[in-house]
């Protein structure tokens, strides 16, 4: 079976402050993929990344960053100087195995504060 | 190129009606997944199709059920509406099989009185 963790329900900071979002995932599959997406009001979810098992290779794209460890099997979220549009409900999710479908956490509702 | 559309956008329904929801996946997509999102459960997997076929199916009552069409479209189902099955609807296409992201739709909102 297959679970994702996002301990933190809700973050509130103020612009220009770094935020992580943490992410632990739970699989007995060695093949597997982990995402984020990000869900603004209008309810679209936003793909963010994409990360397999084999590489753990850390990765930014401008102010986002992600912190893959297989080790504590985590998948961090850290946006760097965040603005008022980062707002939002971001959602991490794993598809695993010959499995096609993917299975979020609950979410955590990030809001920054002008 | 276009997103995944969703139609209709919302609606209401009352008790004991059905309703059926449609998505166009993006251009090139054969993979379709549904998704239903609700505040308490959040977003869980209804059902996903690849070339017309039901590769995957949640965990979800007989109530539910879909198809795709030979252009990829996909249409889902719901009978016999239940309180419960007021929620945000997302469909998400995809190109690759498995492996690559899901892009989705702005969803279909669905109330039951």
């Known amino acids: 079976a297959q679970k994702v963790t996002q301990a933190q329900t809700e973050i509130s900071v103020v612009e220009k402050e770094d935020v992580t979002l943490d992410c632990v995932y739970e699989?007995?599959?060695?093949?597997?993929?982990l995402f984020w997406y990000k869900q603004p009001p209008s309810g679209e979810l936003v793909f963010l990344i994409r990360?397999?098992?084999?590489?753990?290779q850390n990765e930014i794209s401008g102010r986002y960053s992600w912190n893959f460890q297989k080790s504590t099997s985590s998948f961090n979220f850290t946006i760097t100087a965040s603005q008022v549009v980062d707002s939002a409900v971001y959602f991490c999710?794993?598809?695993?195995?010959?499995?096609?479908?993917?299975?979020f956490g609950k979410g955590t509702l990030l809001t920054v504060n002008p | 190129k276009a997103g995944v559309t969703q139609t209709p956008r919302y609606l209401i329904k009352t008790r004991g009606q059905q309703v059926t929801l449609s998505c166009s996946p993006i251009?090139?997509?054969?993979?379709v997944s549904w998704y239903q999102q609700t505040p308490g459960q959040g977003l869980q997997f209804l059902f996903e199709?690849?070339?017309?076929?039901?590769?995957n199916k949640g965990n979800f009552p007989g109530r539910f059920s879909g198809r795709q069409f030979s252009n990829s479209r996909s249409e889902m189902n719901v009978s016999t509406l239940e309180l419960g099955d007021s929620a945000l609807y997302l469909c998400?296409?995809?190109?690759?099989?498995?492996?690559?992201?899901?892009?989705f739709g702005e969803g279909s909102r669905l109330t039951v009185l």
């Open positions: 199709y690849f070339s017309e076929t039901q590769r």
């Open positions: 999710a794993l598809r695993s195995g010959s499995n096609y479908k993917l299975t």
């Open positions: 998400a296409s995809s190109t690759e099989q498995g492996t690559g992201e899901l892009f």
């Open positions: 990360r397999n098992s084999f590489d753990e």
């Open positions: 251009s090139g997509h054969r993979s």
């Open positions: 699989t007995r599959d060695t093949t597997y993929y």
